[in-house]
């Protein structure tokens, strides 16, 4: 299995370059497509389906969001196979993804939607980068079970 994904991890590394067309503006060459920086989600555990469409299932998890954004892009990542596979979206605005992760949770309390999780997307070393602070918060948990913590920033912090 970790050699599938570190052969994984090295196709998407080639895959993805950034570029500056504009300044200020980041870019991201992912496969075929140029997008810009912060406009993409990931959307995970939502089900294929012969009787819709991935961009009518993306429409319909917005409308339970209470959001309408501007749906640039969707692509559902990886072979098909066991495994449900992730759907790649992109939005015209990065405000647009900053609303629909800031309603996420409550796909949560959906019988519909419980399964389902959304992600920023990030690069693979952007993945990396906060696997290893996932890891440090499991340590400090295992260290110090009476506390809680959270990632903030670079740093593992105590919460309240």
Request: net charge negative; hydrophobic share 35%.
């Amino acid at each position: 299995s970790s050699g599938i994904n570190a052969e994984y991890g090295e196709r998407e590394r080639e895959r993805e370059r950034e570029i500056e067309l504009e300044p200020g503006k980041v870019w991201r060459i992912r496969g075929d497509s140029v997008i810009e920086d912060g406009t993409s989600l990931m959307v995970f555990g939502l089900q294929e389906t012969t009787d819709c469409t991935d961009q009518d299932s993306i429409k319909s998890l917005f409308t339970h969001l209470d959001e309408a954004p501007v749906v640039s892009k969707v692509e559902r990542l990886g072979n098909s196979g066991d495994q449900v596979r992730p759907v790649l979206v992109v939005l015209s605005t990065k405000e647009a993804v900053r609303n629909v992760l800031g309603k996420f949770a409550r796909l949560k309390e959906s019988e519909v939607y419980q399964n389902v999780s959304i992600a920023l997307d990030m690069k693979h070393d952007e993945r990396a980068v906060k696997g290893a602070f996932r890891e440090k918060l499991r340590a400090k948990g295992d260290l110090e079970p009476g506390k809680f913590w959270r990632i903030r920033g670079d740093s593992v912090i105590e919460s309240e």
